[in-house]
């Protein structure tokens, strides 16, 4: 199982060969849920971006396959988040922005937790509660501290405000440690980069130290070019590099396409498991809040498109990353989901560890991500032009509407070509 080393050999003791067969479950079970919950995140200070504006990314790995954006309007701030498709309630956020300009997403950690409590899980709670009731960081800080414990959470928060704000919080039952993006000592180059450990638990616990050494190498390329949500999208959310084996699959000397065209699905950022990657654009201090960018992509990532989405908009949000009865789930994330079980189409045994990169990339460059690229950057190339306009005058809710209109009928086209004609 992916990123789970065992320090100890797996003992059990004299059973019979029911209670074994029931322990050895159990524990697949356990791997199975830590593996599952992980993901992989980034806070950039506005020090660091060519605009001044913070930013802030979370490619979720999760083992609910379907999700959406919620519009909430419920007394307290107004918000936009990302929830689980299965849950009709809406009562757990995953990342999300309010009207403030208040912004927060999580990742699970591994190595934080000491005590033995067993009912967890309150992460998309506890972020529900932000959006509605935080407009700062400090805020956040005094929720934490106000809140009963324990907390029931055991995760790194990522939080961005509108005031310049930026910090994780290292959190588990009792308390929690900050890690502030814009402190010069522990963050030289203006970020910090978050998967499935936290640097405050347990040493050489947790998850995701392949993935973080990975996302270093990706973001401290991206310093080049300028750290911005189209460029996070094309290098990270889509990246096949492995940071141990050295490789990038993209490379036309490492690509498995000089073979079979499959390869080992092991340690990317992109997994069978990804179901969103967001990009929260803040603003700097003194701009108005309204302006905070909810970059979206819902269902694998390298078979989806990206919309941006504001909280002003309110509820005409686009179809695309709304919740649709017919499809159990937003359109976008069905039909990037439908796609990716193209790239992961053999079922029995180990068949789901292996992707079909040639579908995803090839020379001919008619791979999915690659046609999806070309939509992607005419969606930034639309929506950016208006960009120094709306911050001189306010967000244009009918331009962006008609952005929209236009914007959902290209994607659609583009899916239904991919997806051979289904009707969509």
């Known amino acids: 199982m992916s990123e789970v080393l065992f320090d100890t050999?797996?003992?059990?003791?004299?059973?019979?060969?029911?209670?074994k067969k029931l322990f050895l479950i159990f524990a697949c079970l356990c791997i199975i849920l830590q593996y599952s919950e992980a993901c992989t995140s980034i806070i950039i200070s506005g020090k660091a971006t060519p605009d001044g504006r913070p930013l802030m990314w979370k490619h979720r790995d999760t083992d609910e396959p379907?999700?959406?954006?919620?519009?909430?309007?419920?007394?307290?701030?107004?918000?936009?988040?990302?929830?689980?498709?299965?849950?009709?309630?809406?009562?757990?956020?995953?990342?999300g922005s309010n009207e403030t300009g208040f912004s927060i997403m999580n990742t699970a950690s591994f190595n934080l937790k000491d005590d033995d409590i067993e009912e967890m899980d309150q992460e998309g709670a506890l972020m529900r509660k932000a959006l509605k009731t935080c407009k700062t960081i400090s805020d956040f800080e005094h929720l934490l501290d106000t809140l009963p414990r324990p907390l029931r959470v055991e995760a790194n928060f990522g939080v961005i405000d509108a005031f310049g704000g930026a910090a994780y919080y290292e959190t588990n039952n009792e308390r929690y440690y900050k890690k502030d993006v814009n402190?010069?000592?522990?963050?030289?180059?203006?970020?910090?980069?978050?998967?499935?450990?936290?640097?405050?638990?347990?040493?050489?616990?947790?998850?995701?130290?392949i993935r973080y050494e990975s996302a270093r190498k990706i973001f401290k390329e991206m310093e080049k070019e300028g750290f911005t949500p189209r460029n996070i999208f094309k290098e990270a959310s889509c990246s096949f590099y492995n940071s141990l084996l050295d490789i990038d699959l993209k490379n036309e000397n490492e690509s498995p396409n000089r073979h079979s065209g499959w390869f080992v699905e092991q340690d990317f950022i992109p997994r069978s498991e990804s179901t969103a990657s967001i990009v929260i654009q803040g603003v700097k201090p003194g701009m108005n809040a309204e302006l905070t960018t909810i970059w979206t992509a819902l269902?694998?990532?390298?078979?989806?498109?990206?919309?941006?989405?504001?909280?002003?908009?309110?509820t005409a949000q686009p179809a695309l990353t709304s919740y649709d009865s017919v499809c159990g789930t937003a359109p976008l994330c069905l039909y990037a989901?439908?796609?990716?079980?193209?790239?992961?189409?053999?079922?029995?045994?180990?068949?789901?560890?292996?992707?079909?990169?040639?579908?995803?990339?090839?020379n001919e460059k008619t791979g999915y991500m690659q046609k999806l690229a070309s939509i992607n950057d005419e969606t930034f190339d639309v929506f950016t032009s208006k960009q120094a306009e709306w911050e001189k005058n306010g967000l244009d809710t009918s331009t962006i509407k008609e952005l929209y209109r236009n914007a959902e009928i290209k994607i659609?086209?583009?899916?239904?070509?991919?997806l051979k004609n289904s009707p969509l």
């Open 9 to 19: 050999p797996f003992i059990y003791p004299d059973l019979n060969q029911s209670m």
């Open 66 to 95: 379907y999700n959406h954006i919620v519009y909430v309007d419920e007394g307290g701030y107004r918000f936009l988040g990302l929830a689980n498709s299965s849950n009709k309630q809406d009562d757990a956020i995953w990342t």
């Open 183 to 209: 402190d010069p000592v522990l963050a030289p180059d203006g970020y910090i980069i978050y998967t499935n450990f936290s640097f405050e638990g347990r040493k050489d616990k947790g998850l995701g130290y």
């Open 299 to 314: 269902g694998y990532p390298p078979t989806s498109a990206v919309l941006p989405l504001w909280v002003k908009m309110g």
């Open 337 to 362: 989901s439908k796609l990716k079980e193209d790239v992961y189409s053999i079922h029995r045994g180990n068949g789901r560890k292996y992707l079909h990169w040639q579908l995803l990339w090839n």
């Open 412 to 418: 659609r086209g583009a899916y239904r070509q991919l």
